[in-house]
């Protein structure tokens, strides 16, 4: 299985963008799904989660939406009211439930978002 993420690019302050997170292979085998952030020279962080209900970091809040097509396999995070300081590489990650407390994680490659003030 692997993860293709896409959809990042440079955009204003303000601006909206969706990314995208495709599956190959069906996205129903996931527990969990969700995209993280890394800025430069700061460590990764959850942005938005979904699996068991959605969670979101409070600096997203009202303005990211994760969602997952299961039709097309893919896994979305779509942006509105972008700010300088969401600038980032954006990761999606799916997440599987092993035998007792293990889990099984798999990265897609990342891509950048730039947001300009």
């Known amino acids: 299985v692997q993860l293709q993420a896409s959809g990042g690019g440079l955009v204003q302050t303000g601006g909206s963008l969706r990314l995208s997170c495709a599956v190959s292979?069906?996205?129903?085998?996931?527990?969990?799904m969700a995209w993280f952030r890394q800025a430069s020279g700061k460590p990764r962080e959850l942005v938005a989660s979904v699996g068991g209900g959605t969670n979101y970091a409070d600096s997203v809040k009202g303005r990211f939406t994760i969602s997952v097509e299961n039709a097309d396999n893919t896994l979305y995070l779509q942006m509105n009211d972008l700010k300088p300081e969401d600038t980032a590489v954006y990761y999606c990650r799916t997440e599987r439930h092993l035998k007792g407390w293990q889990r099984e994680y798999l990265w897609g490659q990342g891509t950048l978002v730039t947001v300009s003030s």
């Open positions: 292979g069906s996205i129903s085998r996931f527990d969990g």
